[in-house]
């Protein structure tokens, strides 16, 4: 009994310790995950189930410092965070205030346009100026405010100082901006501006219309408009400057702004109304300026009237022949050939005013010399013009009866060889001549190049080609010349 006692006695304290181990560690268990998640993730133990408590793994002053990190570093980031939402949305405030400040301002400036203070109406209109000057979308919510219309009432005035900055105010309006440049036009500018420079003559007043007219003729459908308004004689009295008072900056814009108008067909005939043709075709001599006249001459060349207006001129096919020689300006050899090119197309009696005035040597040298497209038109009118010498040498051989011996029947032998013989001669010499002449082109060519050369190498001007250099000239073929 004893020994079973005790045996009873033994195993009842391992059993209850065993239950009260079991319960006591799901507890700490629990504990020990709340601890961890409220502090951190911290690690924690018991050393005996006896013992209450958790006894972290860490020391005291190493826990702390864990912890004092820990959340240092989220909170380095979230305040980033805070700083960049918070400057992302200072900026978009300041750009808002901005951009409410610059549209109050404008409002100001459009209400003092139609304020019926004449000085008032002034400072407005220099105020615009200013502002449209280099800012695209002040251009924009000006004309959209109503700006437009009170300063082209301001050209009604009777001062200049108000014409001028009404017209500059409305030249920086319609910069890069096309439906100012219609909405102006719409208004009515061209037909006051007219009549501004006719009854007010005045040189600055005159330099800003031609501003005008220049920036407002780069839209298409207001080409027609200024065009049939009268615009062009006022240009090109600007351009010819016989007093002597326009700028050279008028000078250049009133040349632009007639190139402009004559990209319009429906300008043409204003512009043959004046006398621009025959103005350009004397000019011509004129570097500066010369391929700016030869592209208007482009423009207007594909209209009959237009091209009898060029030939009509005297020794227009010289002037534009010797345009042909300078290398020096690809460009205007490219345009020259281009109007020949149509005009030889266009007309035969034009091709023969051309071969008179010596034409094809100019094109075989530009066919040698010239820039690519040059040297295409070149080609293109060469072959014009050989055709039309084709058809001629066709038609006086017919004439000259020398069919008629090829359709009569022959009456003997002799006869037969006879009349074939005299075809073969005929054949030859009509080949000799045509190589005679082409020859003769190539000369002329090489004896031109070689001058050129010679000028462009600064040799002196007692230098003469050498004999040896004249027969290599006299002898050479006409094999690699495309004729």
Request: glycine share 6%.
């Amino acid at each position: 009994m004893g020994i079973m006692c005790h045996r009873r006695n033994n195993v009842a304290p391992g059993t209850d310790q065993f239950k009260l181990w079991s319960s006591f560690s799901r507890a700490s268990f629990r504990r020990m995950i709340l601890d961890a998640v409220r502090c951190g993730g911290g690690v924690q133990r018991h050393k005996r189930p006896d013992q209450v408590g958790p006894i972290n793994l860490c020391e005291p002053k190493e826990e702390k410092q864990m912890m004092k990190k820990k959340p240092a570093a989220g909170s380095d980031r979230l305040s980033d965070l805070m700083r960049l939402s918070e400057s992302s949305e200072n900026e978009d405030d300041v750009l808002l205030r901005r951009k409410v400040q610059m549209l109050e301002e404008l409002k100001r400036v459009v209400k003092r346009l139609q304020s019926s203070h004449v000085d008032a109406v002034l400072e407005g209109a220099k105020e615009v100026r200013g502002l449209t000057k280099e800012d695209s979308q002040a251009r924009s919510t000006l004309a959209l405010l109503g700006a437009i219309p009170p300063l082209i009432a301001l050209l009604d005035s009777d001062d200049s100082f108000s014409h001028i900055a009404a017209l500059y105010a409305l030249l920086n309006l319609a910069i890069g901006n096309d439906a100012n440049k219609a909405a102006i036009v719409k208004a009515g500018v061209v037909h006051k501006m007219l009549i501004l420079v006719n009854e007010f003559p005045n040189p600055d007043v005159a330099e800003a219309v031609v501003a005008n007219f220049l920036g407002l003729s780069a839209l298409d459908s207001n080409k027609p408009i200024i065009g049939s308004s009268g615009a062009i004689e006022f240009l090109l009295t600007i351009l010819k400057n016989v007093e002597g008072t326009n700028s050279c900056q008028a000078r250049q814009d009133s040349l632009k702004a007639l190139y402009n108008l004559s990209i319009s067909p429906l300008n043409v005939f204003p512009i043959l109304e004046t006398d621009l043709i025959p103005y350009i075709m004397n000019k011509l001599g004129d570097m500066g300026v010369s391929e700016r006249f030869l592209s208007i001459l482009c423009n207007v060349v594909s209209v009959a009237e237009a091209r009898k207006a060029i030939s009509s001129v005297p020794d227009a096919f010289p002037m534009l022949i010797d345009v042909l020689s300078w290398t020096d300006a690809p460009g205007c050899q490219e345009k020259a050939s281009y109007i020949l090119m149509v005009m030889a197309h266009k007309s035969y009696g034009d091709r023969q005013s051309m071969i008179e005035a010596g034409v094809a040597s100019a094109l075989l040298e530009l066919t040698l010399l010239g820039s690519t497209l040059a040297q295409k038109r070149a080609s293109r009118i060469l072959e014009c013009l050989r055709v039309d010498k084709g058809k001629q040498v066709s038609e006086n051989y017919v004439g000259g009866g020398g069919m008629s011996t090829m359709i009569s029947a022959p009456q003997a032998s002799t006869a037969y060889s006879s009349s074939v013989q005299s075809n073969d001669r005929m054949d030859d010499d009509m080949m000799s001549e045509e190589k005679k002449a082409v020859k003769q082109l190539v000369q002329q060519s090489l004896q031109n190049n070689m001058k050129r050369i010679v000028k462009r190498a600064n040799l002196p001007h007692e230098f003469v080609p050498s004999d040896h250099l004249k027969t290599l000239t006299t002898s050479s073929t006409s094999k690699s010349v495309p004729f």
